[in-house]
């Protein structure tokens, strides 16, 4: 379905009528509609080219019905949806072209259903929601596509530090205002400060734990490395930036087996995401480390 969709100033309760729609061309609309509780006729949509705006409708409770849609190319604002308390039905949305804004929901508490989200193109908006507590579900969004980001007037918002965020105030590559939330979000200073005090937890490898230990991560100027060989082996740990460069050799070396320790004081390198790299025989094994400050 190509063009402009609006659906504004219906009695209608569901959309069972695009029941048969699956994807749509530039702009997608569902504001004031009193009655709608349901986007359940959206079942079948799997992509929207532009853009999507839901708002002013105040019988709604979620957005199940939308658990096929993948991708918005443009901008999806979700705002003054008063009964909205989770974003149920985004589950699979993985990729927004520009815009994610989530504004004046004042019962919305969850945004877990953004969990899979990993690209938003540019502009991260989470502003006036009174009942937020966390941002958990945006801990994916890779943080090079935020290129402006607004925490505000969120008033019982107090965890901030999901990695996306913690990432990009490492490195930001934009704009940056957050202000009037609650303690631990109410300033830039205090989330990067939450962001040190928290660990970025890493996969598993295969059945096995990360076999280096890193604390703390994020860091400010100076971080230790903890690992254990089974064996004496000759072993290569080395620290490299985002682009793959080598930044510092910390060890090359035989050593023997057991508990190995390694301190590193990074304070001339600028803030941003490294990885260490620790590369014994043929097994080379790698671990993302955010510098804060």
Same mark, same amino acid.
């Given at each position: 379905?190509?063009?402009?969709?609006?659906?504004?100033?219906?009695?209608?309760?569901?959309?069972?009528? $695009? @029941?048969?729609?699956?994807?749509? +061309?530039?702009? !997608?609309? #569902?504001?004031? &509609?009193?009655?709608?509780? =349901? %986007? /359940? *006729?959206?079942?079948?949509?799997?992509?929207?080219?532009?853009?999507?705006?839901?708002?002013?409708?105040?019988?709604?409770?979620?957005?199940?019905?939308?658990?096929?849609?993948?991708?918005?190319?443009?901008?999806?604002?979700?705002?003054?949806?008063?009964?909205?308390?989770?974003?149920?039905?985004?589950?699979?949305?993985?990729?927004?072209?520009?815009?994610?804004?989530?504004?004046?929901?004042?019962?919305?508490?969850?945004?877990?259903? $953004? @969990?899979?989200?990993?690209?938003? +193109?540019?502009? !991260?908006? #989470?502003?006036? &929601?009174?009942?937020?507590? =966390? %941002? /958990? *579900?945006?801990?994916?969004?890779?943080?090079?596509?935020?290129?402006?980001?607004?925490?505000?007037?969120?008033?019982?918002?107090?965890?901030?530090?999901?990695?996306?965020?913690?990432?990009?105030?490492?490195?930001?590559?934009?704009?940056?205002?957050?202000?009037?939330?609650?303690?631990?979000?109410?300033?830039?200073?205090?989330?990067?400060?939450?962001?040190?005090?928290?660990?970025?937890?890493?996969?598993?490898?295969?059945?096995?734990?990360?076999?280096?230990?890193?604390?703390?991560?994020?860091?400010?100027?100076?971080?230790?490395?903890?690992?254990?060989?089974?064996?004496?082996?000759?072993?290569?740990?080395?620290?490299?930036?985002?682009?793959?460069?080598?930044?510092?050799?910390?060890?090359?070396?035989?050593?023997?087996?057991?508990?190995?320790?390694?301190?590193?004081?990074?304070?001339?390198?600028?803030?941003?995401?490294?990885?260490?790299?620790?590369?014994?025989?043929?097994?080379?094994?790698?671990?993302?480390?955010?510098?804060?400050?």
């Amino acid at each position: 379905m190509a063009g402009i969709v609006k659906i504004s100033g219906n009695d209608i309760t569901n959309l069972n009528s $695009l @029941n048969e729609v699956t994807s749509m +061309g530039v702009y !997608l609309a #569902i504001i004031q &509609n009193p009655l709608l509780n =349901s %986007l /359940s *006729g959206l079942v079948s949509l799997f992509s929207v080219d532009g853009a999507v705006s839901i708002g002013y409708n105040p019988s709604l409770t979620n957005l199940e019905g939308l658990e096929n849609l993948t991708s918005v190319g443009g901008y999806l604002s979700i705002y003054n949806n008063n009964t909205l308390t989770k974003l149920m039905g985004l589950e699979n949305l993985t990729t927004i072209g520009d815009m994610l804004e989530i504004i004046d929901n004042e019962n919305l508490v969850d945004l877990t259903a $953004l @969990n899979n989200l990993t690209n938003i +193109g540019n502009f !991260l908006w #989470i502003r006036h &929601n009174t009942s937020l507590t =966390s %941002l /958990s *579900g945006l801990d994916h969004i890779a943080p090079g596509s935020i290129t402006y980001l607004v925490l505000a007037f969120n008033f019982s918002l107090t965890t901030c530090e999901v990695e996306s965020i913690c990432i990009y105030l490492a490195a930001p590559n934009g704009t940056i205002e957050i202000h009037d939330n609650a303690p631990g979000c109410n300033s830039q200073a205090e989330v990067e400060q939450a962001c040190l005090e928290i660990g970025i937890e890493e996969p598993a490898v295969g059945n096995q734990q990360f076999p280096v230990m890193v604390y703390p991560n994020p860091f400010d100027g100076s971080i230790t490395f903890e690992y254990f060989l089974d064996e004496d082996a000759l072993v290569n740990f080395s620290i490299l930036d985002h682009l793959g460069r080598q930044v510092a050799l910390l060890v090359n070396e035989k050593q023997h087996k057991g508990r190995q320790v390694v301190a590193w004081n990074a304070k001339n390198l600028p803030p941003g995401v490294y990885y260490c790299r620790l590369k014994t025989g043929n097994q080379i094994i790698s671990k993302k480390i955010i510098k804060m400050k």
